[in-house]
């Protein structure tokens, strides 16, 4: 079992910058590939970005390329989603997630933080 706690989120204007964490405990978060997913209001989760287990590879959807950056430390236990430049499309819910392998689809994530709430004003 692994416990995934996602801190960091909050209301920031356009333009500017925050970074999310997501803390584990448990497992090692070393034995899993990590990936941030959102949830705005009234629609799907929808994939942000994922890093590999040694956080040698990553990868994240075009809406956000160029702008956020996914990392990990793994002697702490926490993976870090950095996101700049942020817009008022970017609200949502942020989740981290879990998996054996790094992939876009939530479905093959096996465990899940509780969210952090973003709102990026106008």
């Known amino acids: 079992q692994v416990q995934l706690v996602e801190s960091g989120g909050g209301l920031v204007q356009a333009g500017g910058s925050l970074r999310l964490s997501c803390a584990a405990s448990?497992?090692?978060?070393?034995?899993?590939?990590m990936g941030w997913f959102r949830q705005a209001p009234g629609k799907e989760r929808a994939f942000v970005a994922s890093?590999?287990?040694?956080?040698?590879?990553?990868d994240s959807a075009d809406s956000v390329k160029g702008r956020f950056t996914t990392y990990r430390d793994n002697a702490k236990n926490t993976v870090y989603l950095q996101m700049n430049s942020l817009k008022p499309e970017d609200t949502a819910v942020y989740y981290c997630?879990?998996?054996?392998?790094?992939?876009?689809?939530?479905?093959?994530?096996?465990?899940w933080g509780q969210g952090t709430q973003v709102t990026v004003s106008s």
């Open positions: 448990g497992r090692t978060l070393n034995n899993y590939a």
């Open positions: 997630a879990a998996s054996r392998w790094s992939t876009q689809y939530p479905s093959a994530y096996d465990y």
């Open positions: 890093i590999s287990r040694s956080g040698d590879s990553t």
